[in-house]
C-alpha cells in the first residue's frame, strides 16, 4: 500500500482500510488541522498524530482501542476513593487548559503543540470538541477532552497531577456520556492505563461499522453544556477481585 499525500484544497482522506500494516494504521500525510478537515477525519475514523514541527500524520489502525461505558473497570480500591469525594468534576469549564496541561504530562515529550491546540481549540468553540475536568478546591488537578461524533466520543488525551485524578474524570464523564445516549468512548490505542479502566481492541472493520451507526445519533445539546458533573458513586461497577 502507498501512502497518500493530502491535497490542499481538499478534506478527502483515502479509505481506512488502505493504512499501512507498519507502521500500524498510517494513513496519510500533510494536510492541515482546519475544523473541515478534523470533522472529515473523526467521522471517518481517522485522527492526527505526530511530532510538532514535524509533517501531519493521519492514523486509522487494526484494531482499535475502545471503551463500552458499561465496561468500565472500577477497583474496589478507586470505588472507595471516590466515595471519599475527594475531587470535584466539571464538563466544559477549562477546554484549553485542560489541552495544555495534557501537552505537560507527557516527560518524553509531547504530540501536543501549538498546530494541535489551535485546531483542537477551534473544534471546542464550534461545540465539537469537549473536556472533563478534575479540581482539588481551585486547583485543576486531572481532566481530559476529545471529540463528540454522535453518540461516540473519540477521547485524545488525559492528564492527572493527583492520584487517581484520571481515572476518576474518565468514570464519572461514562455516567455523564451514557445518561444522556453516549455509547461508545474511542480510546484509539491500547495502553496500560486505558485497559485497567476498561478499555479493549475491537476489529477496524467493526468500528467503522459502530461509528457508522453512532455518529448519526446526536446527543441532547445539553449533555455538552458547561456544567458541574455530579457523581452518582452507588452505579459504579465493580471488577471482580480475580481480574482487579
Not at 500524520?57 to 478507586?78: G, M, N, T
Not at 491546540?117 to 465539537?128: I, M, N, P
Request: with cysteine; charged share 20%.
Amino acid at each position: 500500500m502507498q501512502l497518500v499525500k493530502l491535497e490542499a484544497n481538499s478534506v478527502n482522506f483515502p479509505e481506512p482500510e488502505m493504512a499501512l500494516q507498519e507502521p500500524n494504521g498510517l494513513l496519510a500525510i500533510g494536510g492541515d488541522l482546519t475544523q473541515p478537515r478534523l470533522l472529515s477525519a473523526y467521522y471517518q475514523g481517522i485522527f492526527p498524530w505526530f511530532d510538532p514541527g514535524e509533517m501531519i500524520l493521519w492514523w486509522s489502525p487494526d484494531p482499535r482501542a475502545v471503551l463500552f461505558p458499561p465496561e468500565r473497570h472500577v477497583s474496589r480500591s478507586l470505588r472507595r476513593f471516590m466515595r471519599q469525594e475527594p475531587y470535584r468534576f466539571t464538563l466544559n469549564r477549562a477546554f484549553a487548559d485542560v489541552v495544555h496541561a495534557c501537552a505537560q504530562q507527557r516527560s518524553e515529550g509531547t504530540w501536543i503543540g501549538q498546530l494541535v491546540k489551535h485546531g483542537y481549540q477551534d473544534l471546542h468553540e464550534s461545540g465539537h470538541a469537549q473536556s472533563v475536568e478534575v479540581w482539588s478546591g481551585d486547583e485543576l488537578i486531572g481532566g481530559m477532552y476529545g471529540v463528540s461524533v454522535g453518540s461516540l466520543f473519540c477521547g485524545e488525551s488525559m492528564f492527572s497531577r493527583q492520584i487517581n485524578a484520571s481515572k476518576c474524570a474518565v468514570m464519572i464523564f461514562c455516567q455523564h456520556f451514557t445518561h444522556y445516549g453516549g455509547e461508545l468512548i474511542d480510546c484509539q490505542v491500547l495502553n496500560p492505563h486505558t485497559a485497567s479502566l476498561g478499555a479493549r481492541e475491537i476489529p477496524r472493520r467493526q468500528f467503522l461499522q459502530l461509528l457508522s451507526r453512532l455518529s448519526k445519533h446526536q446527543l441532547p445539546p445539553e449533555c455538552w453544556l458547561p456544567q458541574d458533573l455530579s457523581p452518582r458513586y452507588e452505579d459504579l461497577p465493580i471488577v471482580p477481585r480475580d481480574r482487579e
